[in-house]
């Protein structure tokens, strides 16, 4: 049976921090393409963050690059996402999603399994 669980969400000051953590589990982790997405109320799941197989490469959104940062600990079948100077606009549910297409996908309707999502809030 597939799983992913997230974990460390919560709620936060603007330009405070917050890593969040996805565990597989019942996957050939390492040959997954694992991602993160987003969604605030009334809008569509937006793309966050992509790690392809094996951990080769990593690809932000724009609305992201140089304020989140993907690991990936392929020993323990975990992504973590560290997540700093956050801001309001971060607010929403983060869903963890994996897919065995190796590129960068950053589509949702190309990912395979997802988590049941954790809500981080950013207040100003």
């Known amino acids: 049976q597939v799983q992913l669980v997230e974990s460390g969400g919560g709620l936060v000051e603007a330009g405070g921090s917050l890593r969040l953590s996805c565990a597989a589990s019942?996957?050939?982790?390492?040959?997954?393409?694992m991602g993160w997405f987003r969604q605030a109320p009334g809008t569509e799941r937006e793309f966050v963050v992509v790690?392809?197989?094996?951990?080769?490469?990593?690809y932000y959104a724009d609305s992201v690059e140089g304020r989140f940062t993907l690991s990936r600990d392929n020993a323990n079948d975990t992504v973590y996402l560290q997540m700093n100077s956050l801001k309001p606009e971060d607010t929403a549910v983060y869903y963890c999603?994996?897919?065995?297409?190796?590129?960068?996908?950053?589509?949702?309707?190309?990912?395979?399994?997802w988590g049941q999502g954790t809500q981080v809030t950013v207040s100003s």
């Open positions: 999603a994996a897919t065995r297409t190796p590129g960068a996908v950053s589509t949702s309707n190309a990912y395979d399994y």
């Open positions: 019942g996957l050939m982790f390492s040959r997954l393409s």
């Open positions: 790690n392809t197989w094996f951990g080769r490469s990593t």
